[in-house]
């Protein structure tokens, strides 16, 4: 019983420290968030200082009265958020108990008398603000009854020019050309009372020389342009004398936010040396009651009977054979009752840990298995998704098939507009051939057509957008692009390629016996259009809409056959590289404007010559074959050809 109580004691004795030092953390925590809540609503004060005048500075620069009444609804905002803030800082002036123990920032003198000032800058900001918001007002108005009256002027003193020059008088001409100098003087250079009175003066001047010479007609032209004049110069006068009230309220709320800033520093400087003063007094109060603690508990700890140390010597043997795998043990505790319990307790323990050990291991093999099937399922499923996954890719351009599974694009109703070259292109006459050609036969020609161009297609890099019959449709640019101009390139290099193959597939083709000989059309634009998803929430199509498009489509339908017509648009992005026939403009369904055409011959570096006629087929590939090679056998074919 004697090891129990001092026991007891000790342990009240350490509860009573640590709550004492958790109280006090908790105190001192408190009170570094509560400065830190402060100090973050001193920084938005700041900020909406800071964001008030960048509305001041927009305001003055302002053009447009409708923008201006924006920026003075996002003023009234602020003033609003700043007028919150003060009402929080007022509360946060009332006492509170923990006050009393620890010094708080928010009821520095220092720190109120600054906040207090920062409010009053406000309240003269706020004044000044509306100031410039009436005078900016009244200038954009100005500005507005300008434009319209300066026109007029222009057109009155064009007018008069012209007149007072069909007299041939040299006197009126100079005075004229005074007048003219006094005008733009006036109105943009000085646009002062002084240049307004010599534009005047200049007019009288004329308008007396007139009177003397009784040009009636004309006096009353220039009395009519002298009320124009004195209208839109007192309107420039008046725009001149705002513009210098305003400046002299940028430099009032210059000064005002310098004292602001000012303030700001004070305030900053002050709560960090409150904060320091009370980190310093809190870290030494926590440390000496931390000392003090450890002194108490280590007086405490000497003060145990040996048999204390003998109990848990038994008690850490017996923790010990448990841990090393010997469950068998017993342990003895003679020298106190309660702990002999405990020690009963523990033997207890160690047989049921030792049975509940057998237990566990013959789970975790039935669990292991049972693992292990689950593994084989998804496994199974796993291959099942590839597999699926693999179909489906066969309905997908590869791009994007790619950023749909790599999670780079959302399955999503949604469009953008995107810079992209649209390649449109089809067989001519094919569907006449439905009616002499066997549907397995031509369905066979048409795959393996088809099959070809996707591979050159995706050589250079398009996306292809769908299979219309015997029409390809494809465009560069999105979900992947290289730019707009090299876009533009690889469109035209992979039409040439497929040009190239095609005229190849027709040398097979008839040989294989089809008498038909197919040819290609292609069009080619480049421009703005809208990529995406389009369709209903249960069926998507990924596709491309807009005038560029359906310009491009035209193109290919107004292509002659083995042609490949393309844009102005495309051309200038091209024109560097690929060589092209300027074509006649064409007009075509659903746009105004005639479109200049290109025709595109061949890459300016391209090895591949192709010539066609009735009864000819001509085709070098000089990647293939060496130039001493085709001449050598041209001349032996023209040799034979010369006998015949």
Known sequence: ???????????????????????????????????????????????????????????????????????????????????????????????????????????????????????????????????????????????????????????????????????????????????????????????????????????????????????????????????????????VISIREDEEKEMVHVSLIQNILKNNQAETVKIEKRIMFITDNFLNNGTVILGVSVLIMLLITLILVISIPSKLMSIIEKLTLGVKSIESGSYDVKIQIQEDKEFNQIAQTFNHMSQNIKSNKETLEEQIKLRTKELQLALTQVESKKDVLENLSNKLSKYLSPQIYESIFTGKQDVLLESKREYLTVFFSDIKGFTSLTDSVETEVLTQLLNEYLDLMSQIVLKYGGTIDKYIGDCIMVFFGDPSTKGKVLDAKNCIKMAIEMKELMSKLRVKWKNDGISEAFHIRMGINSGYCTVGNFGSKQRLDYTILGGNVNLASRLESNANPDEILISSETYLLIKEEIQCIKKEKIKVKGITNFIQTYEVVSSKDSRIMIEEQNGFNLSIDLNEIERENVIEILEKKLNLIKNL
Do not use: C
């Open 1 to 235: 019983m004697i090891i129990r109580k001092k026991v007891i004691v000790s342990f009240i004795v350490l509860m009573f420290f640590i709550v004492t030092i958790s109280v006090l953390s908790l105190f001192i925590t408190h009170q570094i968030k509560d400065d830190l809540n402060f100090s973050k609503q001193v920084l938005k004060l700041i900020n909406i200082q800071e964001n008030m005048n960048e509305v001041i500075i927009l305001t003055i620069n302002e053009k447009s009265l409708v923008n201006l009444k924006d920026k003075k609804s996002d003023f009234v905002k602020y003033e609003q958020h700043f007028e919150l803030l003060q009402k929080t800082f007022k509360q946060n002036e009332k006492k509170e108990f923990k006050d009393y123990f620890f010094d708080d920032v928010h009821l520095d003198s220092e720190v109120k008398e600054s906040l207090l000032n920062l409010f009053k800058n406000e309240h003269s900001i706020e004044l000044v603000f509306d100031n410039i918001y009436d005078i900016q007002t009244n200038i954009l108005l100005n500005h507005a009854l300008f434009k319209k009256l300066y026109p007029l002027e222009k057109k009155k003193r064009n007018k008069l020019q012209e007149l007072v020059f069909n007299l041939n008088n040299v006197e009126l001409m100079n005075e004229f050309g005074d007048l003219k100098y006094f005008s733009k003087e006036t109105l943009y250079q000085y646009r002062t009372k002084e240049a307004m009175l010599e534009w005047t003066t200049s007019i009288t001047k004329i308008r007396d020389n007139l009177k003397t010479q009784n040009k009636d007609s004309l006096l009353v032209l220039f009395d009519e342009y002298m009320d124009v004049v004195r209208q839109v110069g007192n309107v």
